[in-house]
């Protein structure tokens, strides 16, 4: 099992940026793929970024290439979401997740989910 728990949501302004941190225990973190998702009311969870077990390897969909960046500290069982340049649309719950296999980009592919953190963007 894994365990994971995310932080860093909150409230900013459209143009504005937040980090999001997701803390893991349970397992050897490095033998993890890493991802985030976000779901907004209404509609299906949706592939934000990953990063592979070693920290070398990024994705991200369109939607967020550039802005956004995935980065995660093996040493300290953490990944983290930097997020810039925020919209309105980017309001969402986000969610990280744990694969043990390769890198993936859809919520069925991931093994351990955290509780979710909300991010919410002003116009």
């Known amino acids: 099992q894994v365990q994971l728990v995310e932080s860093g949501g909150g409230l900013v302004q459209a143009g504005g940026s937040l980090r999001l941190s997701c803390a893991a225990s349970?397992?050897?973190?490095?033998?993890?793929?890493m991802g985030w998702f976000r779901q907004a009311p209404g509609k299906e969870r949706e592939f934000v970024a990953a990063?592979?077990?070693?920290?070398?390897?990024?994705y991200y969909p369109r939607s967020v290439k550039g802005r956004f960046t995935i980065s995660r500290d093996n040493a300290k069982n953490t990944v983290y979401l930097q997020m810039s340049s925020l919209r309105p649309e980017d309001t969402a719950v986000y969610y990280c997740?744990?694969?043990?296999?390769?890198?993936?980009?859809?919520?069925?592919?991931?093994?351990?989910w955290g509780q979710g953190t909300q991010v919410t963007v002003s116009s």
């Open positions: 997740a744990a694969r043990a296999g390769g890198v993936g980009d859809s919520p069925s592919a991931y093994d351990y």
């Open positions: 349970g397992r050897i973190f490095s033998d993890y793929v």
């Open positions: 990063i592979s077990k070693g920290g070398g390897n990024t």
